[in-house]
């Protein structure tokens, strides 16, 4: 069956460290992935979009990497701060049309000061 | 600054009730999708629409129906609301080339008591 696969466990980090998230899939073959972030009794919001035949992504202190090999993409936030702290979706697509889109259950974030 | 506004943060209603749940962009987008999300199952889509009056079901439309009678407005109605709907009800748009990226309402809290 088709699977994201994200860490429950959510992750605490130092400010100022590199954050990692992973985003494992299986029985999939995405056009693209997304990472959305979410807030608390928020809705997601779109981060970045990283596409099959692209290897890395970066936006500011954001960086994304996706291997169509290993079916993983990892998230990195560098210098993270507390602001920082949420919970970071990733989202997948066959369909380049975008109505399929699939989301993992996330992975939670805390920065501590 | 691009909005998608949900008539409700949070509601409750009783076993049985026809619930209507409103969902309004302003970004002119074709695109309009409906999510449940529940802990550690992430986002379910349940119905999705493509253009005006055009409806497709999801991955769990049951106990569910939509309704797009105008391009800026998508509405998702429980005909019969049970128990085990009480959820988070996440609205979204999207329009081709935006890299698909898809704007979130701020969800309602559904309660079925």
């Known amino acids: 069956s088709q699977k994201i696969e994200q860490n429950s466990e959510a992750l605490n980090i130092q400010e100022g460290k590199t954050a990692t998230l992973t985003c494992n899939y299986t029985?999939?073959?995405?056009?693209?992935l997304q990472w959305y972030r979410q807030d608390p009794g928020r809705g997601p919001v779109f981060l970045l979009l990283?596409?099959?035949?692209?290897k890395e992504k970066r936006k500011e202190r954001l960086k994304v990497t996706f291997d169509t090999t290993l079916k993983q993409s990892l998230f990195h936030i560098t210098a993270s701060q507390p602001a920082d702290s949420a919970t970071y979706l990733c989202?997948?697509?066959?369909?380049?049309?975008?109505?399929?889109?699939?989301f993992g259950a996330g992975t939670r974030l805390f920065v501590k000061a | 600054d691009v909005k998608v506004t949900q008539s409700s943060r949070y509601l409750v209603k009783r076993t049985g009730e026809k619930v209507f749940l409103e969902c309004v962009q302003d970004?002119?987008?074709?695109?309009m999708f409906w999510y449940r999300q529940d802990p550690g199952l992430g986002l379910r889509l349940i119905y999705f629409?493509?253009?005006?009056?055009?409806?497709e079901k999801g991955d769990i439309p049951e106990g569910y129906s939509v309704s797009r009678e105008k391009k800026e407005r998508f509405s998702l109605i429980l005909e019969s609301a049970s128990t085990n709907q009480t959820s988070m009800y996440l609205c979204?748009?999207?329009?081709?080339?935006?890299?698909?990226?898809?704007?979130f309402g701020p969800g309602t809290r559904l309660t079925v008591l």
């Open positions: 989202a997948l697509d066959e369909d380049t049309g975008g109505f399929k889109t699939i």
């Open positions: 029985n999939y073959s995405p056009a693209y």
């Open positions: 629409s493509y253009d005006v009056k055009m409806k």
């Open positions: 970004m002119d987008h074709e695109n």
């Open positions: 979204a748009s999207s329009s081709p080339g935006q890299n698909n990226e898809q704007f």
């Open positions: 990283i596409r099959e035949n692209e």
